[in-house]
């Protein structure tokens, strides 16, 4: 049973940081693509970045580049979310997701596995 579960939401002020973490579990995930998507109330789900699990390059959002990072933990089987500089919009309910494959992509519909989601939310 392959399981995603993210924490490390929370209320922060526009400016400040929070890490979010997905912890991963039930199979090996070295041929896996790994995302962070994002959802605000009313609006579609978004791509955040995206990472393969065995390394290679990562993937930003324009609206995020420059903020957030993905540092590598592999050995914990964690995958991190370091958001820096966060601005009301990047308020949202945060998900992980994992596809199996390492073809690129960007929409949720390719993605496999999901976590539950974790809420941000930045005050202005």
């Known amino acids: 049973q392959v399981q995603l579960v993210e924490s490390g939401g929370g209320l922060v002020q526009a400016g400040g940081s929070l890490r979010l973490s997905c912890a991963v579990s039930g199979r090996t995930f070295s041929n896996y693509l790994m995302c962070w998507f994002r959802q605000a109330p009313g609006k579609e789900r978004e791509f955040v970045v995206r990472?393969?699990?065995?390394?290679?390059?990562?993937y930003y959002a324009d609206s995020v580049k420059g903020r957030f990072t993905v540092p590598r933990d592999n050995a914990k089987n964690t995958f991190v979310l370091q958001m820096n500089s966060l601005r009301p919009e990047d308020a949202a309910t945060y998900y992980c997701?994992?596809?199996?494959?390492?073809?690129?992509?960007?929409?949720?519909?390719?993605?496999?596995?999901w976590g539950q989601g974790t809420q941000v939310t930045v005050s202005s």
């Open positions: 990472i393969s699990w065995n390394g290679g390059s990562t």
């Open positions: 997701a994992a596809r199996r494959s390492l073809i690129a992509s960007d929409t949720p519909q390719s993605y496999d596995y």
